[in-house]
């Protein structure tokens, strides 16, 4: 554990002194100034519409800040060896997956935080009332990054990041859609795309952004759950990963 | 000495282009071990393999068949990374981190309880006293070296695994470099080092391999490699100059020898001597590689 314990913090410094922290608060910073600006424009029922807003950017957020942190690491460390006398001597492949998993799952999750407390301060200036659900909705968010880490991680073992990111996308689109819109692409075959749907990730379950805008109550246990979904997935990508990343020469 | 921690067993290792239509065998059927204690130089033309087999023993190459055990475990174990120490050819360090900050997470990251002030020791040991803290970025090659070096070492490792490890030195550095060697080795460590510099290998191993396009093509003791095969030197002193110290020599086979002696004995001549003809490191590096004629 102390190794992995000891690569995630070395990620972590890594990605800050990169100024990579730096780009992301901007971003996040960028995308609060915008929605700021909503009240400004006189739309109808304001306090819902940051709510869906913020969310939704939250939702996106995820997405690019696990390309983002990611898609990189694994070949930038290839490209310049620096993974050679790691992976020689101190550390096992596992450990270097997951310590730079950890690292950069830190830097995600603080970002979603941080952006989830300034969608907060944006709806309490304006004057209305934040969500109980909020904060659950946005550690749903943090899970969703989590697990969309893990996909950028197993397909940077085996494909270059401008391929990576492409994927991904594609990949968090596929999940969104439900079972009949999946059949939909292929309706010649709709046991083959039922089973595909059963299989392939359900983000939709992390998106709860609707029903908090629409002020409804969602059950504990659907939280529960949800984080199980998530993180159980999200070990079964890192597992795949890692098994991709055995085979693989370090040349 | 005892039995060898290290075994390479018939190890091959062959690349694929990536659509799979070409091959390419860089390493090819090679057998070789290391005994306890003792200095294997690894010695090879470019592209002759050296690097790869070094990966296949560390883990980093998966091999395509053969095997290789270290301590009779499978390269890339816990067991195995623990007691062994590399210094890659052209080693690459995050440049956002000093040496001190690596130091203090290898470290770490290897269970090890080094103080800030064994590290510094260890650094000044390598030459860096000043640099500790002075990020990577402004590191030369060479010492980047350096910096790797302190890093193998930090464990006081069994075995100290060296690709090319002098490589981006200068002359007083290689000294210096082959020094902690030769110190290490005295401690106990096995070393397995990889190199170009001939006179370095000649210096300082016990015994040699020679790998030319894949395939080991010699290996052997140092005196036996660099012995001429059945060739003798005879150093006498003439009958006109037996109060001289100025002795002539001849070179001759083993099959004639008792003859050359016999005739200089009935030339009155004084033998002096008589020793197993060696030859450099480098002439037995260029017959083995097939350069020798060149």
Known sequence: MRPVVTFAHMTLRSLVRRRTIWGISIVILIALVGIGQIPG?????????????????????????????????YPRDRERRTIMPLIAVPLSRGQYLMGRFTGAALVQSASILTGCVGLMAILVLNGHQVPADLFPAAALLIVEGWFLLAVVFFFSFWTSPPLNAPLTVLLFIVS??????????????????????????????????????????????????????GLSYMAFMLAVALAVFRKRDLK | MKAGPLQVNRLEKVFHSKLGFSRFTAVDSVSFQISSGEILGFLGPNGAGKTTTIKC??????????????????????IVRKRIGYVPE??????????????????????????PGESMELLSRVGLSGWETVRMKNFSKGMRQRVSL?????????????????????????????????????????????????????????RAVILSRGRKVAEGDMDELLRTEDRFLVSYLPAEAVNSDEADEIEVSGEALQSAIDRLRGE???????????????????TATGNGEQ
């Open chain 1, 176 to 229: 969104q859609l439900s079972v009949s819109g999946f059949v939909a692409l292929l309706p010649s075959a709709p046991a083959l795309m039922r089973t595909l749907r059963l299989l392939l990730p359900h983000m939709d379950v992390f998106h709860i952004k609707d029903p908090i805008a629409h002020g409804l109550d969602i059950p504990g246990i659907y939280f529960v759950l949800a984080v199980v979904y």
């Open chain 2, 268 to 286: 009155d001549a004084r033998i002096m001597r008589v020793i197993p003809s060696y030859r450099s490191l480098e002439e037995v590096f260029l």
């Open chain 1, 41 to 73: 424009y006189g739309v109808s029922n304001q306090g819902r519409f940051i709510l869906d807003f913020g969310l939704f950017g939250l939702e996106l957020g995820a997405l690019l800040l696990a390309i983002g942190l990611a898609s990189s690491i």
């Open chain 2, 90 to 115: 052209n080693p690459d360090y995050e440049e956002i981190f000093t040496p001190m900050e690596l130091m203090s997470m290898f470290a770490s990251m290897r269970g090890l309880g080094n103080s």
């Open chain 2, 57 to 78: 023993v560390l883990g980093l190459l998966n091999p395509t068949s053969g095997s290789v055990s270290i301590w009779g475990e499978p390269p890339g174990s816990g």
């Open chain 2, 150 to 206: 302190a890093l193998a070492l930090q464990s006081a490792p069994d075995m100290l695994i060296m690709d090319e490890p002098t490589g981006g030195l200068d002359p007083t550095a290689r000294k210096e470099f082959r020094d902690i060697i030769l110190e290490e080795n005295h401690r106990g460590a096995t070393v397995f080092l990889s190199s170009h510099l001939l006179s370095e290998v000649e210096t300082i191993c016990h």
